[in-house]
């Protein structure tokens, strides 16, 4: 049996965002549908020869409190809340004069585009919707009966649903529903993060979380899994929110890794280049020029660069470009592509390329989630960077100033490779990465081994590690680490400190002859 559609006799329409609605309230009208309308609505379809009339004149009641009090009324959410088939609800409605409300279209004070605008305490609080909330939430409850728009993108799907069948479909009042309640939860998560945020609270006891739907990716990690983008919170320079000027559409996979690089490039101010493999920097490197950064970042380890993720920090030029399409690369990400640069890429038309339109501020603590079976985690971000002044020097050798800007950086790069990390590093460029192991010394076997296979496929007969630098994001439990770091070749570490056995790792530093300095900082990252 065809599902018999309810026609719409009187619709309510109050609404920040004003985008279509005179066009979709003059359609209402030519169906002969009464509407009502508040403040500024009611103003905007009045102007445009709409008939309607406003609420007060509805309900009988004065709009008040500067406009706070005004559909919070009986006539109004009675008319959106009772139920047509009970009787004990229509005489209700009849004995207090009760009209039916059929159609909601709300949308709400715009809280979150308020803050983000850096606007003042008690101008956030004013934009805080209070009827448009309760009317939503009622008009959504009672579903069956009411249809209820919180977004401009369902005016023409309704209007040709209802031009179709004279009315509203049930299975379109449950979608249009749903999307009613996910907008109001999403609203108040706005608000108490808000509150939180301006109360400093990291770590409030109920945590509000919400996310717009971005788009439905092809799958996941793998292809037997699901996945979707969502956006959230404050806009973010990054893969979710840049702008993909080509390629093809970016995977689940695409998205972490970009978001790994651009995270890592974002930390330098110089023109530098980052190349992630799966989630890892695999190259990395600060130079003059952000051609010449390229160059350094893919010799620490062209094989795994194939198939990567490269980030800059700069806007990409023509020459980069040259030299970035000569590598098969999955995607890049930079603040913007010069125009040589974009039709460079355009000859790669798989070549994903994104523009973020900025950088990543590093200092920023914004909130990092991750899911367990049960619940989630959260931790503010790793926004810790050691100055020069910082370091303790616990070694009789102490690293000359071109060690120290070697050992900065390379804990700066250690910092967003996945633990045991270790890094070596020569002129702020890598030249060996050992990632994601169980022991720290396998990790250094690995980056040691890395450097060799660049090393040798470029034709170089020395050591890259020899004269280098390296460093360890978290400190070692015994000597053994170090002295794989110093026997590659390494004349200068940093690490955290904070073993029960640093005293055995200093002297075996002091016994090699190299400087070692501590930040007092761990930089797992797991």
């Not at 169906?31 to 905007?44: D, N, Q, Y």
């Not at 209820?148 to 379109?172: F, H, W």
């Not at 603590?365 to 960077?385: E, N």
């Amino acid at each position: 049996m065809t599902e018999a559609a309810l026609p719409i006799r009187r619709a309510l329409i109050s609404v920040s965002d004003k985008t279509g609605i005179v066009d979709f309230a003059r359609f209402l009208t030519e169906r002969g549908v009464e509407i009502l309308s508040t403040g500024g609505s009611f103003k905007a379809l009045a102007d445009a020869g709409i008939p309607v009339k406003e609420v007060s004149a509805h309900t009988g009641f004065p709009e008040i409190m500067d406009g706070r009090v005004k559909t919070l009324h009986p006539k109004i959410h009675g008319g959106l809340l009772a139920r047509r088939d009970s009787d004990e609800h229509v005489e209700a409605m009849t004995d207090y004069g009760i009209a039916p409300i059929d159609l909601l279209v709300s949308n709400l004070y715009p809280f979150e585009a308020t803050i983000a605008r850096g606007a003042s305490f008690d101008d956030a609080i004013e934009n805080i919707d209070i009827g448009g909330p309760a009317m939503t939430r009622a008009a959504a409850k009672n579903h069956a009966f009411v249809a209820v728009v919180t977004s401009p993108v369902d005016y023409e799907p309704l209007r040709l649903e209802i031009a179709a069948n004279g009315g509203t479909l049930g299975a379109t009042r449950r979608r249009l529903a749903a999307a009613a309640f996910a907008r109001t939860a999403a609203y108040d998560a706005a608000i108490a993060g808000w509150f939180a945020e301006v109360g400093g609270e990291t770590f409030p006891p109920r945590l509000s979380l919400s996310g717009k739907l971005a788009e439905t990716l092809r799958y996941g990690e793998n292809p037997h899994q699901a996945a979707a983008l969502y956006l959230s919170g404050p806009t973010v320079p990054g893969p979710a929110t840049a702008d993909q000027v080509q390629g093809k559409e970016l995977s689940y996979n695409n998205i972490l890794d970009a978001d790994a690089a651009f995270e890592a490039v974002s930390e330098f101010t110089e023109p530098a280049v980052v190349i992630v493999k799966h989630a890892n920097p695999c190259g990395v490197a600060v130079a003059a020029t952000l051609g010449e950064a390229y160059a350094r970042a893919l010799a620490c380890d062209p094989i795994s660069a194939f198939g990567g993720i490269i980030a800059a920090n700069r806007p990409i030029d023509a020459a980069t470009a040259q030299a970035i399409t000569a590598l098969f690369a999955e995607v890049v990400i930079a603040p913007d592509v010069e125009p040589a640069a974009a039709a460079v890429f355009a000859a790669k038309a798989n070549l994903r390329v994104l523009k973020t339109g900025g950088v990543q501020d590093p200092t920023q603590r914004r909130r990092v989630l991750r899911s367990v079976a049960g619940g989630f985690l959260t931790q503010t971000r790793d926004d810790a960077a050691p100055e020069a002044s910082e370091l303790k020097l616990v070694t009789r050798k102490a690293p000359t100033p071109a060690q120290v800007e070697d050992l900065l950086f390379a804990t700066q790069v250690a910092k967003h490779v996945r633990s045991n990390a270790i890094v070596f590093a020569k002129g702020r460029a890598t030249v060996g990465i050992g990632a994601g192991q169980m022991s720290r010394v396998d990790s250094a076997k690995i980056a040691v081994a890395k450097a060799a296979e660049a090393a040798a496929a470029a034709g170089e007969t020395g050591s890259r590690i020899a004269g280098s630098v390296a460093a360890s994001e978290a400190f070692f439990p015994f000597a053994d680490g170090l002295l794989a770091l110093v026997e590659a070749g390494a004349t200068a570490v940093i690490q955290p400190g904070g073993s029960m056995r640093d005293r055995e790792v200093i002297e075996a530093a002091d016994q090699a002859g190299i400087a070692m300095v501590f930040t007092g900082r761990r930089h797992f990252r797991h």
